[in-house]
């Protein structure tokens, strides 16, 4: 079972950016498809990005345009490049790979990492 560890989080004003890791425990990361999602207080976890294993990226249409999906294969590893960031992006943000299904609901992904959270200021 591979494990999935985010890190990158952390406080930021409104405006400014901020990049996230994903570091997967197995080198067959390579063959998943791969997902960041982000989960507010009080609000259900929602869908961010999408990444295939080829590398060809999805975005919601609150992040399209501000955040930028990428994978290191060699690395074992994810990365969710932030900027432009609002308020309204304070979360904790989670990432997964996908197990199924054919949305990009939280449902269709696993092995799900602690969080890391990101804080917005305004």
């Known amino acids: ?60 249409d609150r992040v399209k345009g501000r955040f930028t999906i990428s994978r290191d294969n060699t690395k074992n590893t994810m990365y969710l490049q932030m900027k432009d960031l609002e308020p309204e992006d304070t979360a904790v943000y989670y990432c997964a790979v996908r197990i199924g299904g054919y949305s990009y609901s939280p449902t269709n992904f696993g092995s799900w990492g602690q969080g890391t959270q990101v804080t917005v200021s305004s």
């Open 1 to 60: 079972q591979v494990q999935l560890v985010e890190s990158g989080g952390g406080v930021v004003q409104a405006g400014g950016s901020l990049r996230l890791s994903c570091a997967a425990s197995r080198r067959t990361f390579s063959i998943y498809d791969m997902g960041w999602f982000r989960q507010a207080p009080g609000k259900e976890r929602e869908f961010v990005a999408y990444i295939r294993s080829s590398g060809v990226p999805i975005y919601s």
